[in-house]
């Protein structure tokens, strides 16, 4: 067996698991689930249309680079999104969501050779991040959220030292589970600090299409335009079409920016055999083209956050994030584990502890004493587990009653 399995932390959700396996959930209310990030709006009809209709392409195998129109419609909506082009056959690569290509490019970029290759991460973070480093032979080092930044990752904390070996940058804006959004001060930051260690960015942008004010959020590509980066050197963004069309199911998305890796890249899904299913390559061509069902899935969802936040607000410590669909909220006393365990137990509302998401660092766990709360239910979901939230904060309190 490979023995650097031996390094991988358990996956929050299971840990979850073995915190409730004992745990009974109030039979007298319904379970609401908020706790995993799946989206659960319904699928476009133009995507399922599209994936119907192209079903004879089953007969075919694809080829692992895409078909010359799925990159070129990647390329296109890119272009409108960020006003950046791109050279569809160089710098666009599709790939089966966001998850297996963020794992599997720290696969291709890491050289475990080098003495204290390290990758470094924000945290709280996408667990994805720190296995894919450990199953290149990496180590990791974590910059912790700064609340007095809205929970954006304080990059300051890596020092020069731990740069100087870091080969890979794990990059989540706008971020899981914060939804903070890197402005373009802290990507020159990084390019600069790029440019003189020499390490690679992976940019993960599957939240950019659900955000709540009238300015989009800033990618990474668009900002290595802005500052005159043109060739995006050593920098890739992924992207996926799971939250902004609703299709998790369909896994696909793609990588793109500089040339070089998007090569690399290609070379080792040759071999990993990474190819897109031909009907879901053409379900993803209607997806990119069509901006209709975006917008009224972005809709949708700053109508929850609206009706939600601010019912949350009076109890925890929680407010509006700059993009993604999570509420990042502070819980009283402290203990997150120990407030999910309740909320489900007695109001049959399922969180994700924030300590789960993050690793100690810098002395402390940056998701202690926070949860994770997905609003991807319906409307009338999300509100009643946001009542149902307020009853578990009031019933810990003096004089307060029982749930009924």
Not at 31 to 60: C, M, W, Y
Not at 238 to 252: A, H, Q, W
Not at 316 to 325: Q, S
Request: a negative charge; glycine letters at 8%; proline letters at 8%.
């Amino acid at each position: 067996m490979n023995p650097l399995l031996g390094a991988l932390h358990r996956y929050p959700f299971e840990r979850l698991r073995e915190l409730t396996r004992d745990l009974t959930p109030n039979p007298a209310l319904r379970p609401i689930s908020l706790g995993i990030g799946e989206p659960r709006h319904p699928t476009p009809k133009l995507v399922t249309d599209a994936l119907i209709e192209a079903l004879p392409g089953l007969a075919n195998y694809p080829a692992t680079a895409g078909e010359p129109a799925l990159r070129e419609a990647c390329a296109q909506w890119v272009l409108r999104r960020y006003g950046v082009a791109l050279e569809p056959a160089t710098q666009v690569l599709p790939v089966n969501g966001s998850r297996e290509a963020l794992f599997a490019f720290a696969q291709t970029v890491i050289d475990a050779t080098r003495p204290g290759a390290t990758v470094v991460c924000p945290n709280p973070f996408y667990q994805i991040y720190e296995g894919a480093a450990l199953l290149a032979g990496a180590r990791t080092a974590f910059a912790n959220s700064d609340p007095g930044r809205n929970f954006a990752a304080d990059w300051s904390q890596i020092d020069a030292a731990t740069w100087a070996r870091t080969q890979l940058l794990y990059v989540c804006s706008p971020g899981n589970p914060t939804g903070a959004v890197m402005p373009l001060a802290e990507w020159q930051a990084l390019f600069e600090l790029s440019d003189r260690h020499g390490f690679v960015i992976a940019s993960d942008e599957c939240y950019s299409e659900i955000y709540f004010g009238d300015t989009p959020p800033l990618g990474s590509l668009e900002a290595a335009q802005a500052l005159g980066r043109d060739g995006f050197h050593n920098l890739v963004a992924f992207t996926s079409l799971s939250k902004r069309s609703n299709v998790p199911g369909m896994r696909s998305g793609f990588v793109a920016g500089d040339a070089r890796l998007i090569k690399a890249f290609l070379t080792y899904r040759t071999y990993h055999g990474s190819a897109m299913s031909p009907p879901v390559q053409r379900a993803s061509i209607a997806a990119w083209g069509d901006e209709a069902h975006v917008v009224a899935n972005r809709t949708a969802y700053r109508r929850k956050f609206d009706a939600v936040t601010p019912i949350l607000a009076d109890v925890l410590d929680v407010a509006m994030p700059d993009a993604g669909f999570y509420l990042w909220a502070g819980v009283p006393g402290g203990d997150d584990v120990g407030f999910a365990l309740t909320l489900l137990a007695q109001y049959n509302v399922a969180v994700l502890p924030g300590s789960l998401l993050a690793r100690d660092a810098h002395g402390t766990n940056p998701g202690a004493g926070r949860i994770r709360l997905a609003l991807v239910a319906g409307a009338d979901e999300c509100l009643e587990a946001a009542h149902r939230t307020v009853h578990c904060v009031q019933s810990t309190r003096p004089d307060s009653a029982s749930p009924t």
